[in-house]
């Protein structure tokens, strides 16, 4: 449970969730209706802090492996974008909800109860998705400035097929219309400017304006590789963290993906501002480069910890943060388990503005992940908060709650045929895989390797 800012582990305790909120904790087995897991243990729903969630079946067994030529110097704008643009122009509707139904399962049951997902516009899927299956999204459409704004030509080419030369804001507005619930509503439409080399200080600018006078969260690609903090300078005359204070945007109430370009020296002024970091070292391990989250932690920067869809199971991402932590550090207790699970509830939430979640105890919402330890690879437990970061997967866990009402049981999400949702997802993946294969989207070293 949730004590003095801290996760502190507790036994034998059951949780009395009433109107979608926790009204107690009790040793005492409570009255109605009653979810019971045997050897279960349940932890506060992570944060999913940065996330696409197409691209994790988009790009599932394609851009492993890739050497650096095949991609150039970013994959984002050579590859991702591109493809994702694909999916949106190319597949149907029912295809495309395929699609975005496939990722969002995954998501469901990932360990996450909250998702931050930065998507184009036309992917409303995600929404209405998530609306229907009783998920927490924060969606935070993309922004683009129009090509000519934007002085490098793969950065602008990258940022077509979404808007036709628009900055999105339209798309916003309509989205913002439609689906956002309000301050405490399961479904938040935030402001989603793509990053610091895609868009111009005039768009930015309107971002912080719209953001501060609605009281909404914005969230950003920032310092993500060498080149955007190369093209920031030459284009902005500024350093990332600089270039957002220009427009406003480095403040409390934005959260930037990644940052893990930044200097010790923005790291130090990002700290000071009150603005965070979705951290998501898989990605980056995956390319061969050493994201270092004991590094943010060193300068006392607020962040939290997501998946960028380079799988959505988050019990995998804090082991990779781990892990890479140790690595470049070279010392076992950097990158603990206390501190990514610190990161990926109690900071996270707070990242969203959002103090209710993130925690068990009382008056918190009851977001709660269970999961079954009655499992070889998870027994015997020393320590729960070690046990769930270092040993657990998705596989574990057994059930879900948002807002108290069950999303997942028995490992299953509820009212929804899994089976025939994979089947169709997979469908479509592959029917985008074929097209950019046959437009020449993606390197050859990326092709299937079978016959
Ligand atoms: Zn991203």
């Known amino acids: 449970m949730y004590r003095n800012g801290r996760q502190v582990p507790i ?37 999913n802090l940065h996330n696409h969630t197409i691209n994790a079946p988009l790009f599932r067994g394609i851009v492993d492996d890739l050497p650096r030529k095949a991609i150039g110097e970013s994959k984002v704008y050579s590859m991702l974008m591109p493809m994702g643009a694909l999916a949106l122009s190319y597949l149907d509707p029912d295809e495309l909800e ?33 609306r229907r299956w009783g998920l927490r999204l924060y969606a935070a459409p993309y922004l683009f400035s129009p090509a000519g ?20 804001l339209a798309a916003f507005e309509e989205l913002f219309a439609h689906f956002d619930e309000g ?8 402001l989603g400017p793509h990053a610091a080399d895609s868009c111009a200080p005039d768009l930015l600018k309107t971002v912080d304006q719209i953001a501060r006078e609605r009281r909404l969260l914005t969230t950003i690609h920032l310092a993500q590789s060498q080149g955007e903090v190369d093209r920031v300078r030459v284009e902005r005359g500024l350093d990332p963290a600089g270039y957002m204070e220009s427009v406003g945007l480095l403040r409390e109430g934005v959260i930037f993906a990644h940052g893990v370009h930044l200097t010790d020296d923005e790291l130090a002024r990002v700290r000071d501002s009150g603005a965070a970091i979705a951290h998501c070292a898989s990605v980056f391990l995956r390319g061969g480069k050493s994201p270092n989250f004991a590094r943010f932690a060193k300068h006392g920067v607020r962040f939290g910890i997501g998946t960028d869809a380079e799988r959505m199971d988050m019990f995998s991402q804090l082991r990779a943060s781990g892990f890479a932590s140790k690595q470049a550090t070279g010392a076992g207790d950097a990158g603990t388990a206390a501190g990514l699970f610190h990161a990926a509830t109690i900071a996270g939430a707070d990242a969203l503005r959002r103090p209710d979640l993130g925690r068990i105890e009382r008056g ?50 509820v009212g929804v045929n899994e089976q025939n949702l994979v089947k169709r997802g997979a469908a479509a993946t592959r029917r985008v895989w074929q097209e950019a294969q046959r437009r020449g989207h993606f390197p050859i070293e990326a092709a299937p390797a079978r016959e």
């Open 11 to 47: 036994e034998g305790v059951s949780i009395v969730a009433e109107d979608g909120r926790i009204a107690d904790l009790t040793r005492e087995l409570p009255e109605g209706e009653t979810i019971v897991v045997p050897g279960g243990v349940a932890f506060p729903g992570f944060i």
């Open 98 to 130: 395929a699609l975005v139904a496939l990722g969002l399962l995954e998501f469901a049951r990932s360990g996450a109860t909250t998702l931050v997902d930065q998507f184009r516009p036309r992917q409303t899927a995600i929404l209405d998705l998530a």
């Open 183 to 190: 301050e405490r509503g399961r479904i938040r439409v935030i």
């Open 149 to 168: 704004a934007v002085g490098d030509a793969a950065v602008a080419r990258a940022a077509q097929g979404s808007f036709e030369g628009e900055t999105g």
């Open 364 to 413: 918190a919402t009851a977001d709660i992940v269970i999961v079954d330890a009655n499992k070889p690879h998870l027994q015997p437990i020393n320590d729960p908060i070690r046990t769930l970061a270092w040993y657990a997967s998705s596989a574990d866990i057994d059930t879900v709650l948002v807002d108290g009402r069950p999303i997942v049981r028995a490992g299953r999400l």
